[in-house]
Protein backbone atom coordinates (compact mmCIF):
# COMPACT_ATOMS: atom_id res chain seq x y z
CA UNK A 1 0.00 0.00 0.00
CA UNK A 2 1.57 3.15 -0.83
CA UNK A 3 1.90 5.81 1.46
CA UNK A 4 0.82 9.51 0.94
CA UNK A 5 3.39 12.07 2.52
CA UNK A 6 1.10 13.62 5.44
CA UNK A 7 -0.27 16.70 4.45
CA UNK A 8 1.54 18.94 7.44
CA UNK A 9 4.63 17.81 6.01
CA UNK A 10 3.93 18.39 2.83
CA UNK A 11 2.63 22.30 3.98
CA UNK A 12 6.05 22.35 5.87
CA UNK A 13 8.19 21.75 2.66
CA UNK A 14 6.54 24.32 0.41
CA UNK A 15 5.82 26.99 2.88
CA UNK A 16 9.66 28.13 2.30
CA UNK A 17 9.81 27.65 -1.26
CA UNK A 18 6.95 30.05 -1.19
CA UNK A 19 8.64 32.16 1.23
CA UNK A 20 11.79 32.36 -1.36
CA UNK A 21 9.93 33.00 -4.18
CA UNK A 22 7.84 35.71 -2.55
CA UNK A 23 11.22 37.68 -1.74
CA UNK A 24 12.46 36.94 -5.19
CA UNK A 25 9.74 38.72 -6.58
CA UNK A 26 9.43 41.66 -4.26
CA UNK A 27 12.66 42.22 -3.49
CA UNK A 28 13.98 43.82 -6.74
CA UNK A 29 11.06 45.99 -7.15
CA UNK A 30 11.66 47.04 -3.58
CA UNK A 31 15.86 47.60 -4.07
CA UNK A 32 15.26 49.91 -7.15
CA UNK A 33 13.43 52.21 -5.22
CA UNK A 34 15.30 52.11 -2.22
CA UNK A 35 19.04 52.35 -4.40
CA UNK A 36 17.11 55.73 -5.78
CA UNK A 37 16.50 56.94 -2.05
CA UNK A 38 19.94 56.03 -0.97
CA UNK A 39 22.45 57.21 -3.44
CA UNK A 40 25.08 59.27 -1.57
CA UNK A 41 24.88 62.92 -2.17
CA UNK A 42 27.49 63.54 -4.64
CA UNK A 43 28.53 67.50 -3.93
CA UNK A 44 29.98 68.00 -7.46
CA UNK A 45 26.58 67.26 -9.08
CA UNK A 46 24.98 69.89 -7.44
CA UNK A 47 26.09 73.06 -9.55
CA UNK A 48 24.49 71.11 -12.50
CA UNK A 49 21.62 69.78 -11.13
CA UNK A 50 20.95 73.66 -10.15
CA UNK A 51 21.72 74.91 -13.57
CA UNK A 52 19.74 73.11 -14.99
CA UNK A 53 16.72 73.05 -12.73
CA UNK A 54 14.50 75.89 -14.09
CA UNK A 55 13.74 79.16 -11.24
CA UNK A 56 10.67 79.76 -10.52
CA UNK A 57 10.00 82.65 -12.62
CA UNK A 58 11.18 80.71 -15.61
CA UNK A 59 8.89 78.56 -14.77
CA UNK A 60 6.22 80.75 -14.90
CA UNK A 61 6.73 81.59 -17.82
CA UNK A 62 7.55 78.35 -19.69
CA UNK A 63 3.96 77.89 -20.83
CA UNK A 64 4.38 81.79 -22.63
CA UNK A 65 7.26 80.91 -24.32
CA UNK A 66 5.93 78.08 -25.42
CA UNK A 67 2.91 79.40 -26.55
CA UNK A 68 5.08 82.24 -28.78
CA UNK A 69 7.26 79.61 -30.37
CA UNK A 70 3.65 77.64 -31.45
CA UNK A 71 2.80 80.96 -32.99
CA UNK A 72 5.24 81.27 -34.90
CA UNK A 73 7.13 84.11 -33.60
CA UNK A 74 10.64 84.42 -34.02
CA UNK A 75 12.53 85.50 -30.58
CA UNK A 76 15.30 85.55 -27.55
CA UNK A 77 14.49 84.75 -24.44
CA UNK A 78 16.21 87.77 -22.19
CA UNK A 79 14.99 86.45 -18.89
CA UNK A 80 14.83 89.71 -16.38
CA UNK A 81 15.90 92.73 -18.45
CA UNK A 82 16.81 94.95 -15.60
CA UNK A 83 16.11 98.57 -16.22
CA UNK A 84 17.16 101.62 -13.40
CA UNK A 85 14.30 102.61 -11.28
CA UNK A 86 11.12 100.73 -11.09
CA UNK A 87 11.52 100.10 -15.14
CA UNK A 88 11.97 96.35 -16.25
CA UNK A 89 10.65 93.59 -17.47
CA UNK A 90 10.65 90.19 -15.34
CA UNK A 91 10.22 87.55 -18.63
CA UNK A 92 11.91 89.73 -21.60
CA UNK A 93 11.72 88.36 -24.86
CA UNK A 94 13.20 89.94 -28.07
CA UNK A 95 10.68 89.54 -30.86
CA UNK A 96 12.64 89.73 -34.85
CA UNK A 97 9.30 88.59 -36.63
CA UNK A 98 6.21 86.81 -36.51
CA UNK A 99 4.95 84.27 -39.15
CA UNK A 100 7.07 85.92 -41.98
CA UNK A 101 6.79 89.54 -41.17
CA UNK A 102 9.97 91.07 -39.68
CA UNK A 103 9.85 93.35 -37.04
CA UNK A 104 12.24 96.02 -37.74
CA UNK A 105 14.13 97.03 -35.21
CA UNK A 106 13.13 93.94 -33.21
CA UNK A 107 11.35 94.56 -30.25
CA UNK A 108 11.73 94.28 -26.86
CA UNK A 109 9.04 93.11 -24.90
CA UNK A 110 6.85 91.10 -22.23
CA UNK A 111 6.47 87.68 -23.10
CA UNK A 112 2.51 88.07 -22.55
CA UNK A 113 2.88 91.76 -24.70
CA UNK A 114 4.56 89.71 -27.43
CA UNK A 115 2.26 86.96 -27.52
CA UNK A 116 -0.89 89.56 -27.29
CA UNK A 117 1.21 91.47 -30.33
CA UNK A 118 1.68 88.11 -32.38
CA UNK A 119 -2.12 87.15 -32.56
CA UNK A 120 -3.25 90.88 -32.77
CA UNK A 121 -0.95 90.64 -35.81
CA UNK A 122 -1.81 87.29 -37.58
CA UNK A 123 -5.69 87.83 -36.55
CA UNK A 124 -6.05 91.27 -37.49
CA UNK A 125 -3.53 93.20 -39.36
CA UNK A 126 -2.69 90.36 -41.71
CA UNK A 127 -6.45 89.77 -42.77
CA UNK A 128 -7.07 94.32 -42.52
CA UNK A 129 -3.81 94.95 -44.79
CA UNK A 130 -5.32 92.61 -47.30
CA UNK A 131 -8.62 93.79 -47.34
CA UNK A 132 -8.08 97.41 -47.37
CA UNK A 133 -4.30 97.45 -48.67
CA UNK A 134 -4.59 94.59 -51.04
CA UNK A 135 -1.50 93.06 -49.51
CA UNK A 136 0.14 91.04 -46.49
CA UNK A 137 2.60 92.70 -44.15
CA UNK A 138 6.37 91.49 -44.94
CA UNK A 139 8.24 94.09 -42.26
CA UNK A 140 6.99 95.71 -39.64
CA UNK A 141 8.37 99.36 -38.50
CA UNK A 142 8.62 99.56 -34.71
CA UNK A 143 8.87 102.77 -33.48
CA UNK A 144 9.64 101.78 -29.80
CA UNK A 145 9.11 98.98 -27.58
CA UNK A 146 10.88 98.94 -24.24
CA UNK A 147 12.12 102.22 -22.96
CA UNK A 148 12.56 103.11 -19.20
CA UNK A 149 10.72 107.22 -19.12
CA UNK A 150 8.07 108.84 -18.51
CA UNK A 151 4.60 108.80 -20.63
CA UNK A 152 4.82 110.75 -23.58
CA UNK A 153 8.88 110.96 -22.86
CA UNK A 154 7.92 113.79 -20.21
CA UNK A 155 10.77 113.31 -17.49
CA UNK A 156 9.23 112.93 -14.56
CA UNK A 157 5.79 112.43 -15.75
CA UNK A 158 4.40 108.54 -14.96
CA UNK A 159 6.50 105.70 -15.92
CA UNK A 160 4.69 104.59 -19.78
CA UNK A 161 3.80 101.31 -20.06
CA UNK A 162 6.84 101.02 -22.86
CA UNK A 163 9.01 101.33 -19.19
CA UNK A 164 7.71 97.54 -18.34
CA UNK A 165 8.26 95.89 -21.77
CA UNK A 166 4.08 96.02 -22.00
CA UNK A 167 4.09 98.77 -25.15
CA UNK A 168 4.81 98.36 -28.52
CA UNK A 169 5.01 101.90 -31.12
CA UNK A 170 4.44 101.33 -34.94
CA UNK A 171 4.99 103.73 -37.40
CA UNK A 172 4.10 101.38 -40.53
CA UNK A 173 4.47 98.81 -42.74
CA UNK A 174 6.09 97.85 -45.85
CA UNK A 175 4.05 95.10 -47.70
CA UNK A 176 4.67 92.14 -49.80
CA UNK A 177 3.77 93.71 -52.88
CA UNK A 178 6.42 96.13 -51.94
CA UNK A 179 4.02 99.46 -51.29
CA UNK A 180 4.24 100.68 -47.82
CA UNK A 181 1.93 102.05 -45.45
CA UNK A 182 2.82 105.02 -43.00
CA UNK A 183 0.73 106.21 -39.87
CA UNK A 184 0.00 109.66 -40.57
CA UNK A 185 -3.47 111.88 -39.54
CA UNK A 186 -6.13 111.58 -41.75
CA UNK A 187 -9.29 113.37 -42.62
CA UNK A 188 -12.24 111.86 -40.47
CA UNK A 189 -14.35 109.27 -42.52
CA UNK A 190 -11.17 109.56 -45.50
CA UNK A 191 -11.85 106.48 -48.14
CA UNK A 192 -8.63 106.57 -48.32
CA UNK A 193 -7.65 103.02 -48.34
CA UNK A 194 -4.48 103.98 -45.45
CA UNK A 195 -6.97 105.83 -43.89
CA UNK A 196 -9.60 102.92 -43.11
CA UNK A 197 -6.79 100.45 -42.88
CA UNK A 198 -5.66 102.52 -39.70
CA UNK A 199 -9.07 103.41 -38.67
CA UNK A 200 -10.11 99.57 -38.69
CA UNK A 201 -6.48 98.66 -37.19
CA UNK A 202 -6.98 101.08 -33.76
CA UNK A 203 -10.44 99.93 -33.43
CA UNK A 204 -9.99 96.53 -33.55
CA UNK A 205 -6.73 96.81 -31.11
CA UNK A 206 -9.06 98.38 -28.34
CA UNK A 207 -10.05 96.16 -26.40
CA UNK A 208 -7.26 92.81 -27.10
CA UNK A 209 -4.77 96.06 -25.56
CA UNK A 210 -5.80 98.63 -22.90
CA UNK A 211 -4.30 101.75 -24.39
CA UNK A 212 -4.30 102.34 -27.90
CA UNK A 213 -3.81 106.43 -29.06
CA UNK A 214 -2.80 107.56 -32.67
CA UNK A 215 -2.98 110.42 -34.51
CA UNK A 216 -5.26 112.78 -33.50
CA UNK A 217 -5.42 111.40 -29.62
CA UNK A 218 -3.09 113.51 -27.62
CA UNK A 219 -0.51 115.31 -30.27
CA UNK A 220 2.35 113.21 -29.33
CA UNK A 221 1.38 110.59 -31.59
CA UNK A 222 0.49 112.04 -34.99
CA UNK A 223 3.12 109.45 -37.08
CA UNK A 224 2.91 106.33 -34.93
CA UNK A 225 0.04 104.42 -32.92
CA UNK A 226 0.83 103.06 -29.47
CA UNK A 227 -0.81 99.74 -28.02
CA UNK A 228 -0.01 98.39 -24.56
CA UNK A 229 -1.13 96.01 -21.72
CA UNK A 230 -2.04 98.15 -18.95
CA UNK A 231 -2.87 96.43 -16.15
CA UNK A 232 -6.14 97.53 -15.98
CA UNK A 233 -9.63 96.30 -17.08
CA UNK A 234 -10.86 99.40 -18.84
CA UNK A 235 -9.98 100.48 -22.15
CA UNK A 236 -8.89 103.71 -23.31
CA UNK A 237 -8.19 104.58 -27.15
CA UNK A 238 -8.59 107.45 -28.87
ZN1 LIG B 1 4.07 104.22 -27.04
Not at 157 to 172: N, P, W
Amino acid sequence: MALSPPRSRSFTVRLPLLLAILCGLLTPAFAEDTSAIVLPPDPSARPDMQAMAPTSSRDANRPCLAALAAAGVVFETRGRHEGSGQCGIDDAVEVSAIRGTALQPSALLSCQTALAWSDFMTRTITSQARTHLGSTPSTLFVAASYACRGRNNVPGARLSEHSFGRAIDVRGMELADGTTWSVRPHASGSSDPAARFQTALRQAACGPFKTVLGPGSDGHHERHIHFDMALRSSTYCR
